[in-house]
């Protein structure tokens, strides 16, 4: 069996043939390739990390499968689609990166065990998802370290949006894109790309030049040089996009007319769609929106538009539901159900952007005991669902977070606090992923 193992010494990836490595051992079929160069995965032994600096122990080898980075191209397989094969390799890469001390089956860390205490990402392994979340620079020593602790999937906040990538028209600039690229190649992360078309005009989602123009052609034009570049640029290395952000009006059912709807009517979103696809035919494409995780109307819309998209053979293959709550937000059997009607649909669901600000009544235990329950609802209802495959949250640290800059300190909506210290909400999620079968 073919397993693609770090190397310490040259800094590379060697294939050796490893038969007592547990997760090598699969079944896998008959026909196997190594994957090409661009696509490999490099892994967390490497003692500097980018341009980042941050050190990090020598943790043993990694094992994974020479295809389990989810780039489809990486194996022949009979009888299954690309998106099958690149979601299984996505499963596999999580079950390779829970083995830190090398690349016997024996030592892989049984979670659910009496004693256990296992990372996230860990835990997502066994679970069989994997684990995200958004991060950004930062002037900390200690925030890439727990970053790359607890977490085996990635989303920059911004690096990937319009008008970091393009913040004039016709030109480009990839470098923090890139630095984060490598930074997640080598931690053996996946990265989701975010986003390509959101209008919005902060957060660098927009930029002035977009919005300013009047004639559809020159928009339908420089959306589709947009979408092509940069996806192009990255063809092989992302996994997922979220090529539609937030196309439904923020607290309507009615689907946002934003300068694109404007000029290009909404068949916009199934332009924007294929060009990704054109752009990086591997890639799982996502459309990506919030205030969806509870029933609703806005739910449902976002149901029937995915299904009109399916239906007009649009390259659609997941929709990622973002979770920003309140405590007492939200709601587990809903959430499940959402996931099972997309599901039905034949697409991947994925939680997004995943927050839950401290809020409501009773002193902090009690607030932080709400908290852990309704990570726990989240994690649970994913898991539960085969078609969910990942739970991304938006920031990991209390000490680093969106809600602060927004609305203040003080709301406290991640898994670890202000020091990196596990939360109960750390040990919700982590309780949540082992609670499938």
Excluded at 192 to 202: D, F, N
Excluded at 208 to 229: Q, W
Excluded at 262 to 287: K, M, R, S, V
Excluded at 323 to 347: C, M, S, W, Y
Aim: charged share 20%.
């Amino acid at each position: 069996m073919l397993c693609r193992v770090a190397n310490r010494a040259e800094r590379a990836f060697e294939l050796a043939m490893l038969p007592e490595a547990s997760v090598c051992r699969a079944a896998l079929g008959a026909s196997w390739r190594a994957s090409d160069s661009r696509s490999s995965p490099r892994l967390a032994w490497a003692p500097a990390i980018s341009s980042t600096r941050a050190e990090l122990p020598y943790a043993g080898p990694v094992c994974l499968p020479a295809w389990s980075h989810g780039r489809v191209r990486a194996l022949t397989l009979t009888k299954l689609g690309e998106h099958q094969m690149k979601r299984i390799g996505m499963l596999l890469l999580g079950s390779a990166l829970a083995l830190s001390s090398g690349c016997g089956g024996d030592d892989q860390l049984d979670c659910r065990a009496d004693g256990a205490d296992c990372t996230l990402s860990e835990a997502a392994a066994q679970a069989g998802v994997l684990i995200g979340a958004a991060f950004n620079e930062k002037d900390d020593p200690e925030y890439l370290p727990a970053l790359i602790k607890d977490f085996n999937s990635v989303t920059h906040e911004g690096a990937m949006k319009w008008g970091a990538t393009q913040p004039e028209y016709g030109v480009f600039n990839f470098d923090k894109a890139d630095a984060m690229m490598e930074f997640a190649g080598a931690n053996g992360m996946t990265v989701r790309g975010h986003t390509l078309i959101w209008e919005q005009a902060s957060l660098d989602a927009t930029p002035e030049y977009v919005t300013a123009i009047t004639d559809p052609e020159a928009l339908r034009t420089l959306m589709a040089d947009h979408i092509r570049t940069v996806v192009g640029h990255y063809r092989g290395r992302v996994d997922a996009w979220d090529v539609v952000n937030e196309p439904f009006e923020t607290a309507g059912s009615q689907v946002y007319e934003n300068i694109f709807y404007q000029l290009l009517g909404p068949g916009y979103i199934a332009e924007a769609f294929e060009l990704a696809h054109e752009a990086d035919p591997d890639a799982t494409l996502f459309l990506n929106e919030a205030l969806v995780s509870n029933a609703g109307a806005k739910f449902d819309a976002l149901l029937a538009l995915t299904a009109d998209l399916l239906d007009q053979g649009v390259p659609l293959h997941g929709v990622g539901l973002q979770g920003h709550f309140i405590t007492g937000g939200p709601n587990h059997d809903e959430l499940r159900t959402n996931i099972q009607k997309l599901a039905a649909l034949g697409v991947v669901v994925e939680l997004t952007e995943v927050d839950i600000v401290l809020r409501g009544t009773g002193d902090e235990a009690t607030r932080l005991e709400r908290q852990r329950q309704d990570y726990f609802d989240l994690a649970s209802a994913c898991v539960a669902v085969d078609a969910c495959k990942r739970i991304t949250f938006w920031g990991f640290t209390d000490r680093h977070t969106w809600i602060d800059s927004f609305f203040g300190p003080g709301f406290a909506p991640l898994p670890l606090d202000e020091n990196y210290e596990r939360k109960p909400a750390y040990f919700g999620v982590r309780d949540g992923l082992l609670s499938g079968p």
